[in-house]
C-alpha cells in the first residue's frame, strides 16, 4: 500500500512540474523581451533605426540611418546616410565600420535642391538573398515636396562591407502608383520604410507604409523587381503604425510595428499576424514603452524627438534579428535618450524565452 502513494505524489510532481514548464514557455510576445543596454551610439550624430543580420565572419552586423547632430530638423530628409557598425556579439559593443550608402548632399552644406538628385538614404533593412546582400532603404528627391516624395530603393553587394550595388539605373525599385485607383497614388507620404520577405513558396514580398499609416504591399519573381504593389493596404489599422519588419513567426506571416496612437498601448508596439502575408487583421501586443523594461528616471532622459511633456520613453523603427528562424534580438531607435546624452541611441533587447 506504500507504493500507491509514492507513485501518486511522483506523478503529482510530474504534472506540476509540466504545468509549470507550460506557463514559463508560454510568455507573450512582448513579454520575451528583456533590456540589454546602448547598440550604437556615435558623437556628433543622431542614430536611428539598425537593422541587424549575422554575416559569414560570424559577426553581428548593424546597418544604421544617421544623421549630424546639429541637423536637428529636417535633419533626416537632408543628410541621413546608412553607416556599418559590427560587433562580436548581438549584444554589441558595435564599432563603425563604413559608410554603406551616402545621398547626393556632401559634407553639411546643402545646395541648390535644383541641382541634386536624390537625398537621405534612410531606415535601413538588410537581408541576405541567395549569394548576396540585400540593402534596401528610402530616399526623396527634394525637401520641398517632402513628404510626399518618399520611395524606396535598393541596392546589393556580394559583402557586407560593400561595395554596394544599386539595381537597375538608380536604385529605386517603388515608387507611389500612377493608377489612379490605387491606395499609393498620390499619397501625402509617398511609398516608405521598407520591410522585406523572401517567401516560402518562392518569390518576395515587399511591405512599405504609405497614406494614412497603413501597411501595402508589392510583389516580384526576382530580387531587382519589377514589384507590382496590391492596389489596397493590407493593414486594417485605423490609428498611425510606423516601420514595420516582417518575419515567419509562429506559422504566421508577421509584422512587428510601432503602436503611435493607442490602438493597443499608445508607445509600444504591435506584432500584426496573417496566414497569406497578404491580409493582417489580427495583432497583439509586439513590445511596451521602454519604461517597462528598464528602470528610466523620465526628468533626467534628454528628449531629442518627441513630446518632451510624454510620461514615458517610446521605441521607434523595430527591427528583428532572426537566429535558426527566431526572434532572438531586437534593435529599436528612440527619440529619448534615457542616459541623458546630446545624441540619440539605438537600444538592443534580447528574446530571453528563446535563447538557448
Not at 56 to 74: I, N, Y
Not at 163 to 190: C, F, M, Q, R
Not at 216 to 226: D, R, S, T, V
Not at 265 to 290: M, N, P, Q, T, V
Request: proline share 6%; aromatic share 14%.
Amino acid at each position: 500500500m506504500r507504493f500507491f502513494p509514492k507513485l501518486f505524489l511522483f506523478f503529482f510532481c510530474l504534472s506540476y512540474s509540466i504545468i509549470t514548464f507550460s506557463q514559463e514557455t508560454s510568455v507573450s510576445f512582448t513579454d520575451q523581451w528583456e533590456f540589454v543596454g546602448v547598440a550604437v551610439e556615435e558623437p556628433g550624430y543622431t542614430i536611428w533605426g539598425s537593422s541587424p543580420i549575422i554575416g559569414e565572419d560570424g559577426k553581428t552586423h548593424l546597418f544604421v540611418a544617421r544623421w549630424p547632430g546639429d541637423k536637428v530638423d529636417p535633419g533626416w530628409r537632408t543628410h541621413s546616410e546608412i553607416a556599418h557598425y559590427v560587433s562580436d556579439s548581438p549584444e554589441g559593443p558595435f564599432t563603425f565600420s563604413e559608410i554603406a550608402v551616402k545621398g547626393d548632399i556632401e559634407g553639411l552644406g546643402l545646395k541648390s535642391m535644383a541641382d541634386q538628385k536624390a537625398y537621405a538614404p534612410h531606415n535601413p533593412a538588410i537581408h541576405k538573398v541567395g549569394d548576396q546582400y540585400a540593402l534596401f532603404y528610402i530616399m526623396n528627391d527634394g525637401i520641398e515636396k517632402h513628404p510626399s516624395n518618399q520611395y524606396i530603393c535598393l541596392s546589393v553587394s556580394k559583402s557586407l562591407y560593400g561595395p554596394w550595388v544599386k539595381v537597375g539605373e538608380d536604385g529605386v525599385i517603388l515608387k507611389p502608383s500612377e493608377n489612379e485607383n490605387y491606395w499609393t497614388h498620390s499619397a501625402t507620404n509617398g511609398v516608405n520604410n521598407p520591410a522585406f520577405l523572401q517567401h516560402p513558396d518562392g518569390g518576395f514580398f515587399l511591405y512599405f507604409k504609405s497614406e494614412k499609416a497603413k501597411m501595402g504591399l508589392a510583389m516580384a519573381e526576382k530580387l531587382e523587381g519589377p514589384y507590382v504593389q496590391l492596389p489596397f493596404p493590407v493593414s486594417a489599422n485605423d490609428r498611425n503604425i510606423e516601420d514595420g519588419y516582417a518575419f515567419i513567426y509562429d506559422g504566421n506571416f508577421a509584422l512587428l510595428t510601432t503602436d503611435n496612437h493607442g490602438i493597443l498601448e499608445e508607445g509600444g508596439g504591435l506584432l500584426w499576424k496573417s496566414k497569406d502575408g497578404i491580409h493582417f487583421d489580427s495583432y497583439e501586443k509586439g513590445f511596451h514603452r521602454i519604461n517597462d523594461y528598464t528602470s528610466v528616471d523620465m526628468s533626467k532622459v534628454a528628449v531629442h524627438y518627441g513630446s518632451k511633456t510624454r510620461p514615458y520613453a517610446k521605441f521607434e523603427r523595430p527591427q528583428v534579428l532572426l537566429i535558426d528562424g527566431k526572434p532572438k534580438y531586437l534593435y529599436v531607435a528612440s527619440g529619448t535618450n534615457i542616459y541623458g546624452g546630446p545624441f540619440t541611441v539605438s537600444y538592443v533587447l534580447k528574446n530571453k524565452s528563446t535563447l538557448d
